[in-house]
C-alpha cells in the first residue's frame, strides 16, 4: 500500500532451499551428487557453516557444514525432498547400527583406525563435529553418495516464512520499492512510524432458516447483509423475503461509535449479491473483518453465489478452504475477530459470543432477537430485523478497530507471518517463528520438528506415557471475606520475629534493586519508616490471635514461568547431560556453568512386564493382518513388515493392554513420580533467552505506557475537556489490549517446549519452569500462614488476608542533593521478593563477553518478583459439597468502588449452563457487599435465594409461559448429526431424537439441530436423560401434543382433550429445585456454615458431614501438633543460625544443630522449624 491509499503489486525473486548434512568429508561429493542427479531442478548448490546446538563441544567454536540446496520453484523443492528424505531416513537407521558397532571397538578404532580402512562413521550431529578424522579410504567405500547423507534441516519452513526471515522483512513496515531491469528490491524506511490507514470493511449477514435447524446454504438465503466500510454504514436488503423497504437510519450505541446506514433494497438475493460484490470491487477493502465468518459468513455467501450463477473467487478472489477451515484471498486480508477473542482477550470461554465480547469490551448492550424469530420480523417488522443486523456490524467493525487492528499490526512487525497467519495461529506457534527469527540472526540451524518418541521402559515396564508435574493450585478457604467485617486471625509469633529481624535487610533490598540501586544513606526518612513498620509488627507479634478487619491481597509473580526461564537462562538446548558435558572444552575440575534444578516426572506404565511385551511382539511379528481398507497395496494379507509404523504401534498397543487386562487384571499401575535433577548450561547460545527477554521488555513497555495513559485519563476527567478524555481512554484501550496479547504469547514461551512437533522441545525444561514456580508459591504460602490468612493458591499467586494494621506502603523521600526520586515501596512484596532472591537468585549466571576468545563473564541473576494487587473490598469463595473438598480457580473479587474485578469458575461465565442458575448468580454476587457483619450479608444474599426458591416452589405462578421456559430449559445446539452419535445417551440426544420424530424429514443425518428442552417428572423412575421434552412440543396443535407427550411420558397427559397439557404441570420441579440448591449450598449455605452464621436458607438442608466438621472445628479441646507443645529455641539470629547449618551439613561428619549427621538433607519442614521462620533464610543444603 502506497502513503495516498493506493495498491499495487510487485514480484520478489527469491530461491527457496534446505539444508543436508553429509558425513565428514564427503560434503563435495554430496554436493557433486546433488548437482548430477537432480540437474534441471536444482538451481544452486553451496556449503555453508552452521552453528549447530545438537552438536558436542560447539561452544568451544565448531561449526557443521551443511550443503545448502536452492531451487528455482517450490514445486522443484517438494520434488527433491520428496525423494531425498526416504534416503536420509535410511542413512540414519544404518548409521545407528554402526555407531553401536564402533562403541564396542573405540579403542581399537582409536589406536589403529587408518590401517583398517578409516573410522566408522558417527550417526547424527555428534561425530560430524569430529573434524578430520577420516581418510580417502573411507570415501572409497561409498559407493553410492546417496548413502552420505545423514540429515536434512529446514525443509519444511513455509515459503514466504523463509524470505520474511532471511530478508528482515516485515508487513506493517514502510518500505521503498525500486525495480531495476525486473530486479525488485525492498528498503525499509525506519523513520516512518506512522501505522498506515488501510481500508477496512466489517460485515455480517442474515440468513432464512427452518424451525429448530441452523442455516443450511443449500437451501437457505440471505436477506441482509450488513457492513461498516472505513466508518461509514451499508445494509443491503433481500426484498424477496424481507416484507418492506428500509429507509436510511442511524444506529449509534454510543457517542464514540458513530453509525449512519445507507440502505439499498434489492429484488432478490441474486440483486444483494451482485450490488455487494460490485461495491466491493469499486472500493477495494484491503481488510475484510468477520466474528466467526471462517465458519458461517463466508461459507455461506460462497455457496449462494454458486447457486446465483457467480463466483466468490472471481468476484473478489476470496476462497475457503474446507480442510483448514479459513477463508483467503491473495488479494486481501480477512482477520477473522473471534480468534482473537478466543486467543488474545483473555474473556472466559462461556462469554465469547458476540454479544457477550461487545458487553465486555465495548461496554454496551447490543440488539438481540432469538435466532427463531429472525425471519418472522424480517417479514412482519423489518426495521427492528434492520436494526439487529446492523448492530452486530457495528459491534464487529468497532472491536476491531479498537482493539484487533493495532494488535495484529504491531505483532505482524515482529513476527515473520502475514496479519491472517498472526491472528489465527497458535501463541506457540508464534513463539516459534519468533526464535526461527533470532536463529537465522545468530546463524543457528534450526532443528527438526519433534516426532513421537520411541519406546520407553521404566523399571521392566513399557511406559504408556510420561510427562511432568505442573504448577500448584489449591483452594484454602470457603466464605466472605470482607474489608470492613471482622475476621479471626491465628498467627504465629515466630513469624513476626522473623520480619523484624530481617527488616532492614527487606528495606535494604527493595531500595537496591525497586530504588535502582538506591543506598540506606540516600534515603533522609529511613529510620522513621523502619519505627512505623517495627511498631506495626510489634503489635501484631505480641496479639497473635485477633479480630480485625482484614486487608484483601492478590500476592502474584509478574510473568512467573518467563522470568524463571531469564533468571536461570533455561532453554531447551541448554539441558544437557553427562555425555553431553564430558565432551566439552570447558568441563574442569570445579566448574560453575553447569547449574542443576530439581524437576518431578509423572509416568504411566503397564502392568505386562518388558519380557511379556517381547513375547506379545514376536508373535505379532509372526501373524498375517487384512489389507488395507483404502485398497492399496492389494487384496490379499499383510504381514508385520508391510504395516505402516503407526499400525504396527496400534497393533502392540492393543494386544499389550488386552494381555495385561487378562492377566493382571488391569492395564496400567498407579501413576509414578519420582523427583529427578536437570543439568543447564549456562554457557549454552542464548538466542532462545534473548527472544524471551525482548518480547517481556516490550510488554513492560506496553504496561508502562498504559499506566501512563491512565494517568493522564483521570488528569482529562478533571479537566472536564472531552476530546482529551476520549484520546485518554482509546489509548488505555490500546495498551491493556497490547500488553494481555503479549502477556498469553510471552507465557506461551513455557508451554511451547512441550508442545507436540515442536522444533526446541524439551520436557525437562518444562518441570524445571512449573516446579521453581511451586515452590515460590508454596515459600510465599508458607509465610502468609504465619502472619495472615492464605484463601487461595493459583499457579503464580496467592489470594490472602493480612490483618488491617500489617505495614502497607511507605514513602522513602532522598535526602536533598542525592539526585534520587522518592520511592513508594509496598512492604508485603519487599518481603516477598527478598525471600524469593534468597530462593532463586542464579549466581551462576553466565555472559559471553568475546565471542573470538570464548571468554565468560559470571554474575548473579535475579528477575522473579512478587507484585502487590489490591487491597480488594470483598472475595467470595464458595465450598464443595463433599467432605474434605474445597472447589479451585472459582471466586468472586470486588473493588471498593463496588465493581466486579474479577469473577472466575461460575456457572454465570460458561456457555451453554441453565439460565435460572445463572439469574440467580447474576444477583446474588452484588448482595454479598450488603451488610456491615457476616450475619447481615449472608442474611441479604438469603433474600435472593429464598425468592428464587419461591419461584420454583409456586411453579412459576408470576412468570410467563416463555419466561419460564426461559429459565428453566436448556438448549444445545447439536455439533455431529444423530447417527454419529449413535447409542449415547444424554439429555440433548434424547431431545433431538424426538424432534427427529416430531418434525420428520432429514433431522437424523442433518447437523446443526437446535435442541431446547425442560425436564419431566415421567416417565416415573426413568433416568433424567430419558425424561427430556422438546419446548417446541407445547406451541404446536393440541392433538399432536398430546400424541407425542402420551409416548414420551408413558402416561396420559393432563388437561382436556381439546388442549395442549400445561406445562407447568409436567415440569419435575424437585429435579430443578435439586439444582438451585445445589448451588445455593456451595455459594452461600455451606460458607455460611464455615463462618459460624446460621443457615440463611433453612429449605437447603446441610450435608451430614457439614455439622462433624464445624463442631471439630470449633472444639477448644482438639489435639494439637506434637511441634506445639515444645518451646521455642532461646533467641538468636536467625540468618546465622541457618547458615551455620548450611556449612554443618554438607561436611564429613559433624552434627548440626539441629542434631542432623552431616550426610543427612534437610527436608522443608526442617528448614522451616529451625530458627523459628523460613524467613531469615539465607543459605544452607539443596532441599529436595
Not at 359 to 387: I, R, S
Not at 499 to 524: H, P
Not at 911 to 938: P, S, W
Not at 983 to 990: E, H, I, L, V
Request: charged fraction near 30%; charge should be negative.
Amino acid at each position: 500500500m502506497q502513503q495516498d491509499g493506493e495498491t499495487f503489486k510487485a514480484q520478489v525473486r527469491y530461491a527457496p532451499y534446505f539444508l543436508v548434512a553429509a558425513k565428514d568429508g564427503c560434503e563435495h561429493d554430496v554436493e557433486a551428487f546433488l548437482t548430477r542427479r537432480y540437474e534441471g531442478k536444482v538451481a544452486q548448490v553451496e556449503l555453508v557453516q552452521k552453528e549447530d546446538l545438537d552438536l558436542k563441544n560447539h561452544l568451544s567454536g565448531l561449526k557443521q557444514t551443511y550443503v545448502k540446496v536452492s531451487f528455482a520453484t517450490v514445486q522443484d523443492l517438494m520434488d527433491v525432498r520428496r525423494e531425498v528424505m526416504p534416503m536420509v531416513k535410511k542413512n540414519q537407521t544404518r548409521c545407528e547400527a554402526a555407531e553401536a558397532y564402533e562403541a564396542l571397538h573405540q579403542m581399537e578404532v582409536m589406536n589403529g583406525a587408518d590401517q583398517g580402512g578409516g573410522r566408522a562413521h558417527h550417526a547424527g550431529t555428534e561425530l560430524r563435529g569430529n573434524k578430520g578424522g577420516g581418510k580417502p579410504g573411507g570415501k572409497r567405500a561409498i559407493a553410492n553418495y546417496g548413502d552420505a547423507m545423514i540429515d536434512i534441516r529446514e525443509y519444511d519452513v513455509p515459503y514466504h516464512m523463509r524470505w520474511l526471515i532471511d530478508t528482515e522483512t516485515r508487513c506493517g513496515w514502510w518500505y521503498d520499492v525500486k525495480a531495476n531491469a525486473g530486479d525488485v528490491t525492498l528498503t525499509h524506511r525506519p523513520d516512518l512510524l506512522a501505522r498506515g490507514e488501510v481500508r477496512v470493511c466489517a460485515f455480517d449477514i442474515e440468513t432464512t432458516k427452518l424451525p429448530l435447524k441452523f442455516p443450511d446454504a443449500e437451501f437457505d438465503q440471505v436477506f441482509m447483509i450488513s457492513y461498516m466500510l472505513d466508518g461509514q454504514g451499508y445494509l443491503i436488503i433481500n426484498r424477496d423475503v424481507v416484507g418492506a423497504d428500509v429507509d436510511n437510519f442511524e444506529y449509534s450505541p454510543k457517542p464514540e461509535y458513530p453509525g449512519d446506514f445507507i440502505v439499498w433494497n434489492e429484488k432478490d438475493e441474486a440483486g444483494l449479491l451482485r450490488r455487494w460484490f460490485d461495491h466491493m470491487r469499486e472500493t477495494r477493502p484491503c481488510v475484510y473483518v468477520t466474528y466467526n465468518g471462517d465458519f458461517f459468513d463466508w461459507p455461506f455467501v460462497e455457496t449462494r453465489a454458486e447457486k446465483n450463477g457467480m463466483s466468490m473467487y472471481l468476484e473478489l478472489g476470496f476462497k475457503c478452504d474446507r480442510k483448514t477451515g479459513e477463508c483467503r484471498s491473495r488479494s486481501a486480508l480477512h482477520l477473522d475477530a473471534f480468534a482473537w477473542v478466543k486467543r488474545d482477550s483473555y474473556l472466559p470461554a462461556g462469554s465469547h459470543g458476540l454479544k457477550a465480547v461487545t458487553k465486555a469490551k465495548l461496554g454496551y448492550n447490543p440488539v438481540e432477537v432469538d435466532p427463531e424469530d429472525m425471519l418472522p420480523f424480517a417479514q412482519e417488522q423489518p426495521q427492528t430485523m434492520a436494526a439487529y443486523s446492523v448492530s452486530d456490524a457495528v459491534a464487529t467493525y468497532y472491536l476491531y478497530m479498537t482493539y484487533v487492528h493495532p494488535f495484529i499490526f504491531s505483532l505482524a512487525t515482529i513476527i515473520p507471518m502475514s496479519p491472517d497467519e498472526v491472528l489465527r495461529k497458535g501463541s506457540g506457534t508464534l513463539c516459534e517463528a519468533l526464535l526461527m527469527v533470532q536463529a537465522y540472526r545468530g546463524n543457528i540451524v534450526c532443528p527438526n520438528k519433534q516426532q513421537a518418541a520411541g519406546e520407553k521402559h521404566y523399571k521392566g515396564h513399557l511406559l504408556e506415557s510420561e510427562t511432568y508435574i505442573g504448577g500448584h493450585v489449591e483452594a484454602l478457604e470457603a466464605g466472605v471475606f470482607r474489608a470492613d467485617i471482622p475476621t479471626k486471625f491465628r498467627m504465629q509469633p515466630k513469624g513476626y520475629q522473623g520480619l523484624l529481624d530481617s527488616l532492614d535487610d527487606d528495606l535494604v533490598y527493595a531500595l537496591k534493586t525497586e530504588g535502582k540501586g538506591m543506598e540506606r544513606e540516600d534515603v533522609g526518612n529511613y529510620d522513621e519508616v523502619r519505627a512505623q513498620i517495627a511498631a506495626k509488627l510489634e503489635s501484631l507479634r505480641d496479639n497473635p490471635v485477633q479480630m480485625a478487619n482484614p486487608l484483601i491481597y492478590h500476592l502474584d509473580v509478574a510473568a512467573m514461568y518467563p522470568n524463571i526461564i531469564l533468571t536461570n537462562r533455561l532453554q531447551p538446548p541448554a539441558m544437557v547431560t553427562e555425555d553431553v558435558c564430558a565432551a566439552c572444552d570447558y568441563n574442569r575440575p570445579g566448574k560453575t556453568c553447569l547449574r542443576e534444578m530439581e524437576w518431578l516426572w509423572r509416568g504411566e506404565h503397564y502392568a505386562a512386564t518388558s519380557s511379556d511385551y517381547t513375547a506379545i511382539k514376536a508373535q505379532l511379528e509372526a501373524e498375517k493382518f487384512p489389507p488395507r481398507a483404502d485398497g492399496f497395496g492389494g487384496d490379499g494379507p499383510r504381514y508385520w513388515a508391510d504395516l505402516s509404523h503407526e499400525e504396527q504401534a496400534a497393533a502392540k498397543k492393543a494386544r499389550l493392554k488386552s494381555y495385561s487386562q487378562k492377566v493382571y487384571k488391569r492395564v496400567l499401575d498407579k501413576p509414578v513420580t519420582e523427583s529427578r535433577i536437570g543439568g543447564i548450561c549456562q554457557r549454552e547460545n542464548g538466542f532462545y533467552v534473548d527472544t524471551v527477554m525482548n518480547f517481556r521488555d516490550r510488554r513492560y513497555e506496553y504496561k508502562g505506557l498504559n499506566k501512563k495513559w491512565k494517568g493522564k485519563l483521570g488528569d482529562a476527567k478533571k479537566g472536564g475537556n472531552p476530546i482529551e478524555v476520549q484520546q485518554a481512554k482509546d489509548m488505555v484501550t490500546l495498551y491493556d489490549s497490547l500488553q494481555l496479547a503479549h502477556k498469553c504469547i510471552l507465557n506461551s514461551f513455557y508451554g511451547y517446549v512441550m508442545r507436540r512437533g515442536a522444533r526446541w522441545y524439551s520436557m525437562e525444561m518444562a518441570g524445571v519452569v512449573t516446579y521453581t514456580g511451586a515452590k515460590i508459591i508454596q515459600m510465599a504460602k508458607r509465610l502468609v500462614d504465619d502472619i495472615g490468612k492464605p484463601l487461595e493458591l493459583d499457579t503464580d499467586g496467592i489470594w490472602c488476608c493480612l490483618p488491617g494494621s500489617f505495614p502497607e506502603e511507605f514513602d522513602l523521600v532522598p535526602k536533598e542533593g542525592s539526585g534520587k526520586k522518592k520511592l513508594t515501596i509496598s512492604y508485603p512484596c519487599s518481603v516477598l521478593n527478598r525471600l524469593t532472591a534468597l530462593q532463586c537468585t542464579n549466581d551462576q549466571y553466565q555472559t559471553l563477553m568475546d565471542p573470538e576468545k570464548r571468554t565468560y563473564k559470571q554474575s548473579s541473576e535475579m528477575s522473579i518478583e512478587f507484585e502487590v494487587d489490591g487491597p480488594y473490598k470483598a472475595m467470595i469463595l464458595p465450598a464443595s459439597k463433599e467432605e474434605g473438598k474445597l472447589i479451585k480457580k472459582r471466586y468472586a473479587v470486588f473493588n471498593f468502588d463496588g465493581s466486579l474485578e474479577e469473577l472466575k469458575g461460575f456457572e454465570v461465565k460458561r456457555r451453554g449452563e441453565l439460565k435460572l442458575i445463572k439469574a440467580f448468580q447474576e444477583e446474588v454476587f452484588e448482595k454479598f457487599l450488603d451488610g456491615d457483619t457476616l450475619e447481615g450479608v449472608y442474611a441479604s444474599v438469603g433474600v435472593v435465594a429464598n425468592k428464587w426458591l419461591d419461584m420454583l416452589e409456586t411453579k412459576g405462578e408470576h412468570l410467563t409461559d416463555e419466561d419460564l421456559v426461559d429459565y428453566i430449559s436448556e438448549a444445545t445446539t447439536m455439533s455431529k448429526s444423530l447417527e454419529e452419535y449413535g447409542d449415547r445417551k444424554s439429555c440433548a440426544t434424547t431431545c433431538a431424537r424426538r424432534l427427529g420424530a416430531f418434525i420428520g424429514g432429514d433431522v437424523m443425518t442433518d447437523k446443526g439441530l437446535k435442541a431446547q428442552y425442560i425436564i419431566t417428572k415421567k416417565p416415573a423412575g426413568a433416568p433424567t436423560s430419558q425424561r427430556a421434552v422438546p419446548v417446541i412440543i407445547f406451541q404446536t396443535e393440541a392433538s399432536v401434543a398430546r400424541s407425542f407427550l402420551k409416548d414420551w411420558l408413558k402416561d396420559h397427559p393432563p388437561g382436556e382433550p381439546d388442549e395442549v397439557p400445561d406445562m407447568r404441570q409436567l415440569v419435575d420441579w424437585d429435579y430443578y429445585t435439586t439444582r438451585l440448591s445445589s448451588a445455593i449450598q456451595k455459594i452461600i449455605s455451606i460458607p455460611a456454615a464455615l463462618q459460624h452464621v446460621k443457615n440463611p436458607c433453612p429449605r437447603v438442608a446441610h450435608p451430614d458431614w457439614l455439622t462433624k466438621m464445624v463442631r471439630e472445628k470449633d472444639d477448644t479441646f482438639k489435639q494439637r501438633k506434637v511441634k506445639d507443645l515444645f518451646a521455642a529455641l532461646a533467641p538468636k539470629d536467625v540468618n546465622a543460625r541457618l547458615a551455620e547449618l548450611g556449612e554443618k551439613t554438607p561436611g564429613g561428619g559433624g552434627k548440626t544443630g539441629g542434631g542432623c549427621g552431616g550426610d543427612d538433607e534437610l527436608d522443608m519442614e526442617d528448614v522451616g522449624d529451625r530458627g523459628g521462620s523460613l524467613i531469615g533464610k539465607t543459605s544452607g543444603p539443596r532441599v529436595r
